[in-house]
Every structure is written in C-alpha cells, then in structure tokens.
C-alpha cells in the first residue's frame, strides 16, 4: 500500500512542473498566438521562432549576469539597506529614496509589499513616493539588459530619468504635505493588517559573504531559479512579439505617429505605455525593434518609463492600497515625470 502511494507522489510530483507551466498565463499566451500564427500565416511561424532563439542565444551572457545580481542582492539581503533611505530629514530622506529607488532590485508590482509595510509603519510619504516611482523603472539587472539589448546610453538616461521622476514625485508630495495635504495615504484595512508585519528581525542582517550560510545559499539557488525563470518566459514572448512586429507592422506607421515629424509622439508613448506595457525586461526587445522602425528616443523613453509606473498590474496593486486620492496622485506624477524626462532626453539629442 505505501509503494503505491510512495509511486503516486513520485509521479505527481514529476508532472508538477508540467501542469505548473500549462497553467502559466505567458506559455498560454505563446501557444494561443503560435496556435493563432498557424492559421494565419504559418511560414512566418519558423522565422520567428528561429528569430526568437537568436535573440535569447545573443543575450544569454548579459541574462547570465543579471540573474547573478539580483540573487546575490537576495541571499545576502542587501535590499534591508534600503531602510536608511527613509530616515532623518525628510528632504534628505527623498533625495536618497529616488536614489535608492533607482538600483533597487524591485519591479513595478514586487514594490507593493516593501511601500506597504514601510507606509504602515509610519514613513512619511514624500520619501515612499520618491522610491515608489523610481523603483520600477530601473535596477541592476534592468540596466544590463538594457544596455545589451538598447544601447549603454538608453539605459545610462533611464536610470537619470528614474531619478529625476522620483525626486519630481517626492518633492511634489512634500509641497502638497506642507498645506496639509496627504494625511493618512493608506486604505483602513491595510493600515490595520501592518501592524506587526512591519517590525524588523533578525533577516535583516545583511551578509556579504554569503555562502558561509547554508540558508542564504538555499536562497540564492531559490532566487536563481525564479527569476531565471520569470525573465525566461519573458523575454521569449518578448523576442517572439518583436518578430511579429518587424514582419507585420509598417514603419511608416511607427514614423507617422512617434516619429521625428510628430510633436504628439512623446505624449502618446506615455499615454500608450500604460495599457501596453508587459514588464520592464519585455519591454526592451519591443522599444529596441520600434525603435529600428523609426520611433524616436524620446518617445521610446516615455513609454519605457510611463509603463513601468503605471502598468495595469502595478496600477491595480496601488489602487488596493491606498486612498483613491495618492492612488490618482501616483499616476499623474508617474505621467508628467515620464513625458518630462523624454522630452529633456530627445532634446539633447536622444543619443543611444
């Protein structure tokens, strides 16, 4: 009886991996549009396919290195560092939160947590939202890739850019704060739920060396993994969306409505970027193929920097956790410092 149950688990825990990739929405999306692809135009599904495996073969040593950044910044803790961004004067506290905010290794909606228990606990807002901002528009791994897949400069001027929208935000809230704006951000039922969750232990020592742990070692394979994985899947349906893109979408198209001629194109990549926007690490392939097309630096920054403040995930974790009012507040600063940034970025001269 137990070699049979022993055998079940055995089996059930070797399809787990199986029915754990079916059940994953970017594989389903990549069958539905080969599936889609076949129907429609199957000679172009080889090229892509083909095109996709090239641009993964291409970017394999830089995706090596990203993902080495960012489990050695997990194992060893070293995003507990973060916390003294926040403390002391709150002009001081802002400048070094959009700083901090800019190399964290956070994503749009992986913030949520970390804003959540910092708000709850107290830290003022102005700081929050100067990290909040900048934090998804750029980290360790987003600037090697980046820079592999755009160009050095592109993602030397986002990372300004993350900086500068983040002190933009940060120091908007503050001037709002001093007449007695923004009291209380967070929803009730958040604020309620942070209470002990919020208090610091033990895990937050931070460990340069941590392979003398076995514990931190355990996470730095676990990280490894998952965001192998994550920036995998990824990629792949970004690579496959861009070759889709270079077959079936007219440069003349891209020229004509974020092209050079268009003094429209900034706002509308900001506008479009929001619903548009996949993640930060798809994003790239796309901007770098519309870009081949004829879309300007400029608009390539304010969608790449308007869709990672305000993607619809990130968008949806914000609206769950605070006041309509910082919710609305989120997204105006996230658009303003987005087209601003692009439009100082195309006017000294876009350089990629």
């Given amino acids: 009886m137990n070699t049979h149950i022993e055998t079940a688990n055995y089996h059930k825990q070797m399809l787990y991996p199986i029915w754990a990739i079916t059940k994953d929405r970017v594989f389903q999306a990549m069958v539905i549009i080969m599936i889609l692809l076949v129907l429609i135009d199957s000679p172009q599904l080889p090229v892509s396919i083909w095109s996709t495996l090239n641009a993964l073969w291409e970017m394999l040593p830089f995706f090596a290195l990203a993902i080495g950044v960012a489990a050695y910044a997990k194992a060893t803790n070293a995003d507990a560092l973060i916390a003294k961004a926040f403390s002391g004067n709150p002009v001081r506290a802002t400048l070094l939160a959009a700083l901090v905010g800019a190399i964290s290794p956070f994503c749009s909606c992986g913030v949520i947590p970390l804003i959540a228990a910092m708000l709850g606990a107290g830290v003022p807002l102005a700081p929050v939202m100067a990290f909040w901002i900048a934090s998804p528009i750029m980290d360790p791994e987003m600037f090697i890739l980046t820079a592999a897949g755009i160009g050095f400069n592109f993602a030397l001027a986002k990372t300004l850019a993350a900086i500068a929208m983040g002190l933009f935000a940060g120091f908007a809230v503050l001037f709002l704060q001093h007449y007695g704006r923004l009291e209380s951000p967070l929803q009730a039922e958040v604020t309620s739920s942070c209470g002990n969750s919020c208090s610091d232990n033990d895990g937050s020592r931070v460990v340069w060396n941590f392979w003398q742990e076995p514990k931190r070692v355990a996470a730095f394979k676990s990280e490894s993994t998952s965001i192998a994985i994550f920036l995998g899947k990824w990629l792949t349906l970004a690579f496959f969306l861009e ?27 900001a506008i479009i970027g929001a619903p548009s926007y996949l993640n930060g690490y798809a994003a790239i392939p796309l901007i770098s193929g519309l870009i081949e097309m004829g879309m300007t630096p400029g608009a390539a920054m304010a969608f790449i920097t308007a869709g990672a403040v305000s993607s619809i995930p990130a968008a949806i974790a914000v609206w769950a956790l605070v006041k309509k009012s910082v919710f609305v507040l989120y997204l105006t600063l996230g658009l303003i410092g987005s087209m601003a940034s692009a439009w100082v970025y195309q006017l000294f001269g876009g350089v990629i």
């Fill in 243 to 269: 070759s889709l893109m270079l077959a079936y979408i007219s440069s003349d198209w891209i020229v004509g409505y974020v092209g050079a001629e268009n003094w429209f194109a900034i706002p509308l990549a």
